[in-house]
């Protein structure tokens, strides 16, 4: 919820000292301002309208304008951290389009996941699920875990898989969103004409939480960085089984590379025979991939939702079943002597499944060529028979990948489904 204040701090030897503050909203993993998203107008008005009001007060002099941003619990520190960072810019460049702003001014504080927010929100709403053991286990982080990172994510685990998520997923929805809000502050300090009696020191007023617990442990809004519980880091090892079904072991991997840019290389090996019955069964190949994310998955969570990618690939086989048999590339040599080769585009869509599997299906369409030799077992030999060229435009590639995620926060929360 957007809120305009006015909270005075302290008197100093200087004068007194005022700071106004707005919240300023933002979608979800985007830095770019949206004007007309909820209030955002408004209160931007309203910070512009301050400073060009006091810019002709003569009494009064803006000594810092800072940008503090927060976290949701269930993004990752470092990323939000970015997050914030960027949007604390874009507020910064919108106000200094429009009044002369110094750029020794400017200022920004990450307050770190914003448990204290949270606790305010979920005891001021009587529909959260399972609200007396959600609000039990937020205190118990707040006030016992989040000093140590490895008990904060042991605690933050818990509370995602609590009566099954529902209290989780009702938070992400309802709560989670204005938790994500950058705020802006305007710091003024205001001379009186008769000189004041100076403060030794300035208490901030701290922000407590009303009819919890009275021996609530009160949060200040400046508070230390909460230090990240670990460095993201998204991969993903996956298996195509339609591959897996036509008796063809393969296996993939897929590294992101930032900004929903991520690189994939997969490989294939079969190598069945039974020349007693004249069936052979063998390929071997694999093929490299860059696709680029897009889509509300996407936004939410690397290597999921759908991607668009270009790919290479090159393969050699020699199949046959007791009739005519055919081997790609040269007999006898290997992948890169004469062997087949193709490029194209492809379309996917990567769905959560489980905490830590996806499955992926995609279907790529380009241009494949290359020479296959014709032969056929006569008297315990294989007789070639032909060389042929083809050239081939068309589907190309075809997967429905079991993927299974690996690294620090690359996990789907709640049972399956991922986030909704």
């Known amino acids: 919820m957007l809120i305009l204040t006015l909270l005075t701090l302290s008197a100093t030897a200087r004068g007194e000292e005022l700071r106004y503050s707005v919240g300023i909203n933002f979608r979800q993993n985007i830095h770019t301002l949206d004007i007309d998203m909820f209030g955002n107008r408004k209160n931007l008005d309203e910070i512009l309208e301050s400073m060009k009001r006091n810019a002709s007060d003569t009494s009064v002099y803006l000594r810092r304008i800072i940008v503090v941003g927060g976290a949701s619990p269930e993004g990752s520190i470092k990323r939000n951290k970015e997050l914030s960072e960027r949007r604390a810019a874009t507020l910064f460049s919108y106000l200094a389009s429009r009044v002369n702003l110094p750029d020794s001014l400017k200022a920004t504080t990450f307050l770190g996941r914003d448990w204290e927010g949270l606790i305010r929100r979920v005891e001021a709403d009587t529909l959260t699920p399972y609200r007396d053991d959600c609000l039990r286990q937020l205190y118990k982080i707040y006030t016992e875990l989040s000093h140590d990172p490895k008990l904060e994510d042991a605690g933050l685990k818990e509370l995602r898989t609590m009566h099954g998520g529902a209290c989780w997923k009702y938070m992400y929805q309802h709560h989670f969103p204005p938790l994500r809000a950058s705020k802006i502050q305007l710091w003024y300090e205001k001379h009186h004409p008769v000189p004041v009696i100076p ?9 407590t939480v009303r009819g919890f617990n009275d021996n609530f442990r009160p949060k200040y809004e400046f508070d230390t960085i909460v230090p990240e519980v670990c460095r993201p880091f998204y991969m993903a090892i996956k ?11 393969n296996i993939g991997a897929e590294f992101y590379l930032g900004k929903r840019w991520s690189v994939a290389a997969n490989w294939k090996y079969s190598w069945w025979k ?8 063998r390929t071997y190949g694999g093929d490299f991939e860059i696709r680029k994310w897009f889509g509300k998955l996407a936004k939410e969570k690397p290597l999921q939702g ?18 005519t048999g055919y081997i790609g590339g040269r007999p006898g040599g290997d992948i890169w002597d004469k062997c087949d080769w193709g490029v194209g585009l492809s379309y996917g869509y990567s769905i959560p499944v489980r905490r ?4 992926d299906f995609t279907l790529g369409v380009g241009y494949f060529a290359g020479y296959y030799y014709e032969y056929k077992p006569i008297d315990n030999c294989y007789v070639w028979q032909a060389t042929k060229k083809h050239k081939y435009f068309g589907p190309t590639k075809a997967e429905i990948s079991l993927v299974w995620l690996i690294g620090c926060d ?11």
């Open 356 to 359: 830590r599997l996806n499955i």
């Open 274 to 281: 039974t020349d007693r019955k004249h069936w052979y069964w």
């Open 239 to 249: 298996t195509n089984m339609l591959y897996d079904a036509a008796l063809v072991p």
């Open 199 to 207: 403060d030794p020191e300035i208490n901030l007023i701290p922000v």
């Open 306 to 323: 759908h991607h668009l990618g270009a790919y290479a690939l090159a393969t050699t086989y020699d199949y046959e079943t007791g009739g």
């Open 410 to 420: 690359n996990v789907n929360p709640g049972k399956k489904g991922g986030r909704r």
